[in-house]
Every structure is written in C-alpha cells, then in structure tokens.
C-alpha cells in the first residue's frame, strides 16, 4: 500500500478562498474584519511565523495590526495593551505570539484577552466551552485544522479508534475534546497517548486514525503503525542535512518514507498540518468580526 497525501497547501487555500468571500460580505456590511498581532522579543521562529500570519491576512482581505515590543517590555505594558484592544470595536481578533520572555506570565497574559476576541482559542473560557461540546467556542487553529482535513478527504471518523500521540493544550487536548464530540465529523473513540505511555507502539498500532503531535523526529516508526492507517503528522522539526543550502531540513514527528508505504492517507511535513494552522487563525477572526458585529 502507498499511503494518498492531504495536501495542507491545497485545502488550506479553499478555507482561504471562503473567508476572502467571507471577508467581502463583511465589507459590504460595513465591517472590516481585524486582526491585531504581538509580538515581543526577537525570536526568530516567532518573527517568522507572524510575517506568515500577516501575509495571509492581507491576501484574505483581513486588516492586521503589528504590535512589535522588546524582549524588556514589562507584563503591564503588555496588559495595558490588550486591555486597549480588548475594548477596540474596531479589533475583532487578538494573537499573542508564543513564547514570551521569561518574566512574563504566560497563563496571565492569555487570560487578559477577551474570550470573544481570542483568535487563538486559547482562553480558558473556550478551552471549557470546547471541553463542554459548545459550537460556539473558538477553538485552537492546528486541531480544529486536522478536523478540516479529515473532512476533505471524506475521512469520517466516527466510530473510529482515534488514537493521538501529545496532550499539549494547543494541539493534543483540544484535538481530543473535538473528535470525541457527539457532533458531526467528530462522534470518535479517543485515546491519548504521551512520552510516559507505556508500550506506546501497542497503542498506535490499534489506531485507525493516528494524530501525532510530540515534538521530535521519528517518535512514531513504520512498526507502530498498521496497514492502512490515517496518519497527520502535526510535528516541524529542524534536522541537519548537509547536502542543503540552509545546513538543515524539516521533517515531521512520524517516519514519513516507511510510514507512506502502510498508511491509507499521510500528511506531508512541510505542506500538510502547517498550512491548516494559518487558515483556521483567519476562520476564527472573521468568525468573531461577525459576531461582535452582531451578524451572526
């Protein structure tokens, strides 16, 4: 068997083409959709993902707001600012990059931004409301992305042993309280496995679906998966490779070249999970310039 690739590139760009048409009838409402955007510090991955995130916001039409602040900024000039585009009417979503410096409180500052703001869907009102099966929560882009993959590729898991190897609150978690929801494209058996999994390969190989998201190259091998298996690789790892210009290349989680030849469906690493993230970050802005404008 030779596994058939979700392309994140391609369905990352229909969800792209329906929030541009989104954006338009916004438009015409009187209503510009905006995202405003934090950064602080000069991390180079962050610097990176953010000009992405603003790029893509201007293709669709979305305005975007590019607060840039030194790693010294203080936690209350940091809160100060949220706090003025919390109460904005003219900001529909806020994004505060991952990770901050060290003397700012992460948990404190993603709770200071407004749950119907929360473009991210990190606030822990949203994490409750998702754990509790509200459609209305926003919800975090990457898993809520995986969900829309699935239902590209007309991967229907209900029913199915979906087994997801990770339990960050960004990636693991969420994408368990969504695919074990009594709802469509969801309604799964889920099981969440970690690094302290005990015989972790028995695990994955009784997945029909299998989400991995744990942070290092090559954690799940071709002999911890079984024929014909579901594979999202949400994983972007930096590995050296001499024979490119760059001195490194970028792999995924999984063993993509041996998993491919048993696996029913894989996503490529860059170009599958990737692509997804961006798309549902600009989903959830339009989402909320809708509501907060009461057209939803």
């Given at each position: 068997?030779?596994?058939?690739?979700?392309?994140?590139?391609?369905?990352?760009?229909?969800?792209?083409?329906?929030?541009?048409q989104?954006?338009?009838?916004?438009?015409?409402?009187?209503?510009?959709?905006?995202?405003a955007?934090?950064?602080?510090?000069?991390d180079?991955?962050?610097k990176?993902?953010?000009?992405?995130?603003?790029k893509k916001?201007a293709?669709?039409?979305?305005?975007?707001?590019?607060?840039?602040?030194?790693a010294?900024?203080?936690?209350?000039?940091?809160?100060?600012?949220?706090?003025?585009?919390?109460?904005?009417?003219?900001?529909?979503?806020?994004?505060?990059?991952?990770p901050l410096?060290?003397?700012?409180?992460?948990k404190?500052?993603?709770e200071?931004?407004?749950p119907?703001?929360?473009?991210?869907?990190?606030?822990?009102?949203?994490v409750?409301?998702?754990?509790?099966?509200?459609?209305n929560?926003?919800r975090?882009?990457?898993?809520?992305?995986?969900?829309?993959?699935?239902?590209h590729?007309?991967?229907?898991?209900?029913?199915?042993?979906?087994?997801?190897?990770?339990?960050?609150?960004?990636?693991g978690?969420?994408?368990a309280?969504?695919?074990s929801?009594?709802a469509?494209?969801?309604?799964?058996?889920?099981?969440?496995a970690?690094?302290?999994s005990e015989?972790?390969g028995?695990i994955?190989?009784?997945a029909?679906?299998?989400?991995?998201?744990?942070?290092?190259?090559?954690?799940?091998?071709a002999?911890?998966v079984?024929?014909?298996?579901?594979?999202?690789?949400?994983?972007?790892?930096?590995?050296?490779?001499d024979?490119?210009?760059?001195?490194?290349?970028?792999?995924?989680?999984?063993?993509?070249?041996?998993?491919?030849?048993?696996?029913?469906?894989?996503?490529?690493v860059?170009?599958g999970?990737?692509?997804?993230?961006?798309?549902?970050?600009?989903?959830?802005?339009?989402?909320?310039a809708?509501?907060?404008?009461g057209?939803?």
């Amino acid at each position: 068997m030779s596994a058939q690739i979700i392309d994140g590139k391609v369905i990352s760009q229909a969800v792209r083409d329906e929030v541009a048409q989104e954006v338009e009838e916004l438009k015409a409402a009187a209503v510009e959709p905006c995202l405003a955007v934090m950064l602080v510090g000069e991390d180079a991955a962050s610097k990176v993902y953010v000009g992405m995130k603003e790029k893509k916001c201007a293709e669709v039409g979305i305005k975007a707001i590019d607060q840039r602040l030194p790693a010294d900024t203080s936690q209350e000039e940091i809160l100060s600012i949220i706090d003025s585009w919390n109460e904005d009417p003219s900001i529909h979503g806020i994004l505060v990059q991952l990770p901050l410096p060290d003397h700012v409180d992460e948990k404190t500052v993603m709770e200071r931004i407004r749950p119907e703001k929360d473009a991210d869907g990190f606030h822990p009102v949203n994490v409750g409301r998702l754990a509790s099966g509200d459609p209305n929560a926003f919800r975090p882009c990457t898993p809520a992305g995986v969900q829309v993959m699935l239902k590209h590729i007309g991967y229907d898991p209900a029913g199915k042993h979906a087994v997801i190897v990770g339990r960050s609150n960004i990636v693991g978690r969420p994408m368990a309280a969504i695919l074990s929801q009594k709802a469509p494209w969801a309604n799964a058996t889920v099981t969440m496995a970690h690094s302290r999994s005990e015989d972790l390969g028995a695990i994955t190989r009784s997945a029909d679906l299998l989400i991995v998201a744990v942070g290092w190259p090559n954690a799940v091998t071709a002999e911890m998966v079984s024929e014909g298996t579901v594979v999202i690789d949400v994983g972007v790892n930096r590995v050296d490779d001499d024979s490119r210009e760059r001195g490194y290349r970028l792999v995924g989680d999984v063993a993509y070249d041996e998993i491919a030849e048993k696996a029913s469906w894989i996503t490529p690493v860059p170009g599958g999970v990737g692509p997804m993230t961006i798309a549902m970050l600009l989903k959830n802005t339009v989402v909320a310039a809708r509501r907060l404008a009461g057209l939803a």
